[in-house]
């Protein structure tokens, strides 16, 4: 992986070169390995280390950009040259007034240790402990341990400066007995809160106690969704209408919305990447410190994310919300966090006299965005609760269900919460408990 000086380095080097109006860059390196395994053994080890460079031009109000993973000698001007081209030749934007300005900013975020703490015999060696645990029980596992190290900048010609770096480590595992699986998973950033022993156990409890599923009919249940399904769930929500640019194109469903009781009040969600929760870095990709950002508040409807390009559209100033530029999707927050409440999940489950117990979701997909409705599967742990004990476990059901509707339906939500890897960035969220969850289908496993 460059080192952070090598990536400020490059950056000036395109700056200098440059002859737009404003121009901006981005450069990100990363180490990476992975360890997958299955039918109790491995059969995927790589690593990579990857560079790239993506550079935004602007002559005007027109925009053009390239990007290359090459960083070498005489590459700077074949990217300079290709982002200007292509500037000239784009049409003009007239909601384009200007990149931002922003005080530079520099990070030492952690870094995990590949070399030793998470070296290739050190994953090996988590996998064998998942494959060890789960033979003993009968039972059969599949997953993978990952790490990554990034570093990120983000300069402009304007004066905008930002670096820094993250290191995550990620640990799933699917332990399967002949008509039954349970899924336990560790997404984190630090090797030393990592408890194995803890995730293999909860794996194989949800595996076990799941056997011989039976089918229920579909309907409307009292639901309870663990907190990987919860996280799934609130990232679809976020995708579908967080940010600035959905609403401005009227496709968000918190259009006309805002400043009203939206939810349950027992819910409050915020973008917050200073969390200590969290993984992320505290600017996002236009080098704009990342500010919190809560869009519910005890169920009422508070706010949304802004890039400059969104923000400069309605004379206000950028949260920090930035993603890459070229994205087409407008700022989105890659921090959610919905806050934790009173209630235990063992509480949870001995208040209700029927209802299903869900570990995650799977093949979840966005139907309609204004309604928020999405619609998936459950997975590796479906259990029947009855006069508040659970019963055992249920043969998977689709559901199709609106998120905002789900979340006025919240009566109770958990003391603890995790972090989740979700399609959305890092999103800490607790356990819910849900009135009226609509399952559609059932399934023969």
Known sequence: MRSRADLNVYADEILKKANADQT?????????????FSNEEIHQNVAEINT???MRSVTGKKIGMSSSNLIEDGNADIIVSTSENNARLSPEDPYFNSLPISTPIKTNMSQIDMETKASPSWR????????????????TAAGSVSITNSEVVVANSLGSRASGGLGEIRVNAVIMSEDSSGYADYFGKNIESLEI?????????????????KSIDPGKYTVILEPPAVADMIGFLAYAGLGALSVQEKRSFMVDNLGKEMISDLVTVRDDAGDDRTIGLPFDFEAVPKEAVYFFENGKATGIVYDSYTANKENRISTGHALPAGSGIGPMPLNLILETGNTSLSNMIASTEKGILVSRFHYTNLEDPLKTVFTGMTRDGTFLIENGKISGGLKNLRFTQSIVNALKDVTAVSTEGRLSDSFLGATFTPALKIDKFNFTGATEF
């Open 24 to 36: 901006e860059v981005l450069v990100y390196s990363e180490n990476s390995a992975l360890t997958r």
């Open 52 to 54: 790239s460079i993506s």
């Open 197 to 213: 022993e803890n995730l293999i156990d909860a794996a194989i409890e949800k595996a076990l106690s799941s056997a011989s599923p």
């Open 124 to 139: 090996a060696d988590i996998v064998s402990k998942i494959i060890d645990r789960s033979k003993r029980s009968g039972l």
